[in-house]
């Protein structure tokens, strides 16, 4: 209610009791139970919430004349305003929008004859009607407003609301933040400079800058784009409010950091062998395919090397199983380390490893594999102090990478590999060993 507002009822009462002679005048705004939450006074009064469901009132016949008061069961909030038990009682109804029960309360402390000009107050009633609702609706706008400010401030994002008008805007306290300003309300261009700049800070500003352009001139553009900004990443939500911009729009900033970097390591951990953090079999197969398939555009050659490390089960029955985990950790390592980034090697199980090298020469291969060999037996592997001599057989097969024959040519390379390196284990180990070179 504004105070215009407040002031002309507390007019209209006063007027009332001028009006009336009576010496309390109380504009009540009475809920359909009976409860009367607020009410204006003249004499000026502050009042306290009461209940008028079982007073009778409600149920009287109101002409527009005093009734006497003893006819009815008032409740003591009445009696302390009026300072007595009232002699008469006179209620005007002025049902207001949600509180049909609301109206004009006269309360004289004797029961003497009404003033000439008291059949003439119930002509108020719509206006106390009226002022009445208007308390009501400006109650529950400020209630639903600090419901707003509190969940404005009390969601785990940063907001920024435009005004359909594209005039004002407010910002909560964590948009604030990002935006290195205050919170609360602004004028709509004052803030365009900050979240232009905290854009230009983000690592992926070209990106984002190539797709809010389309943006400009759509009222109902609407996107949910990744922001980086170092080793933070927001999930920026934008979209028009209630799906009509002329509604005004929205911008969502949530941190997704953490979600990402579990995500991320979810993934890992799908795709890892967790004793020696190489890639898993699986990870290696789903792969593999992907890259035969990107060599089969150029008819690129593919090679597959098996890897297993010779005398494994007397290294775990000497040392025990632990030290023989702790050599498998080193053999991965040694390996990783001697085949390029753009080669993969994985885990294939127990103690083999496979590696698959894309767009090799023919001739690269046999080095590459004796290049795994003596990255193992050329030092021994130290676990607790104890060095112990390590070797590995590597079987290799090589061939063409031809349109639709990825994973036939997968197949028969890690079939062809483990042959060879079958071959090289019963030749006494220690070695490398090429199958002949097949095709699709």
């Known amino acids: 209610m504004t105070r215009s507002d407040s002031d002309a009822l507390a007019a209209l009462c006063h007027f009332a009791q001028l009006a009336s002679g009576a010496d309390r005048v109380m504009a009540i705004d009475i809920e359909a139970d009976g409860r009367a939450t ?15 469901a079982r007073s009778g009132i409600f149920e009287h016949d109101w002409r527009g004349e005093p009734v006497e008061a003893a006819a009815f069961r008032l409740p003591s909030a009445i009696l302390h305003a009026l300072g007595g038990t009232p002699g008469s009682v006179l209620y005007i109804p002025s049902p207001s929008h949600g509180a049909p029960l609301s109206g004009l309360l006269l309360l004289w402390r004797h029961a003497s004859a009404p003033a000439p000009m008291t059949q003439q107050v119930p002509m108020l009633a719509a206006s106390v009607a009226r002022l009445l609702s208007a308390r009501r609706e400006a109650a529950r706008e400020v209630i639903v407003r600090n419901q707003f400010e509190d969940l404005f401030e009390s969601v785990p994002a940063g907001i920024v609301l435009i005004d359909g008008d594209g005039v004002g805007a407010a910002i909560n306290e964590r948009a604030a933040e990002l935006m290195a300003c205050a919170p609360g309300r602004h004028r709509a261009a004052e803030i365009a400079g900050p979240m232009r700049a905290l854009r230009q800070r983000c690592d992926n500003h070209a990106e984002l800058d190539q797709a809010y352009a389309r943006q400009m001139g759509d009222v109902n553009f ?6 980086t900004l170092g080793e933070r990443t927001f999930e920026v939500d934008t979209h028009p409010v209630r799906g009509n911009g002329e509604h005004g729009r929205i911008w969502l900033f949530t941190d997704v950091t953490a979600d990402l970097l579990m995500a991320a390591e979810l993934r890992r951990l799908a795709s890892s062998d967790p004793l020696t953090g190489v890639p898993n079999r699986r990870h290696f197969e789903e792969c593999s395919a992907q890259i035969i398939a990107a060599r089969e555009a150029q008819g690129h050659a593919v090679a597959v090397l098996m890897v ?10 000497t040392h025990g199983h632990p030290v023989g985990d702790e050599v498998l950790k080193a053999v991965a390592r040694r390996c ?9 090697f994985a885990r294939f199980g ?7 090298l894309s767009a090799p020469v023919i001739d690269e291969v046999p080095v590459a594999a004796e290049r795994l060999r003596h990255a193992i037996a050329a030092e021994p592997i130290t676990v607790a102090g104890v060095r112990i001599p390590v070797s ?3 079987g290799g097969a090589i061939g063409e990478a031809l349109p639709g024959g990825d994973q036939p040519l997968l197949e028969e390379l890690v079939a062809r590999a483990d042959e060879a390196l079958y071959l090289a284990k019963t030749e006494g180990r220690n070695r490398v060993r090429m199958a002949e070179p097949v095709t699709a």
């Open 308 to 317: 297993d490390v010779d005398h494994f089960k007397k290294i775990n029955d």
């Open 222 to 227: 609407a996107s949910k784009l990744n922001w």
């Open 392 to 394: 590995i057989s590597v």
């Open 350 to 356: 127990g103690e083999e490893f496979i590696a698959l």
């Open 336 to 344: 990783r380390e001697a085949l390029r980034d753009r080669d993969l």
């Open 38 to 52: 607020w009410a204006v006074s003249s004499p000026t009064l502050s009042f306290s919430g009461f209940n008028l």
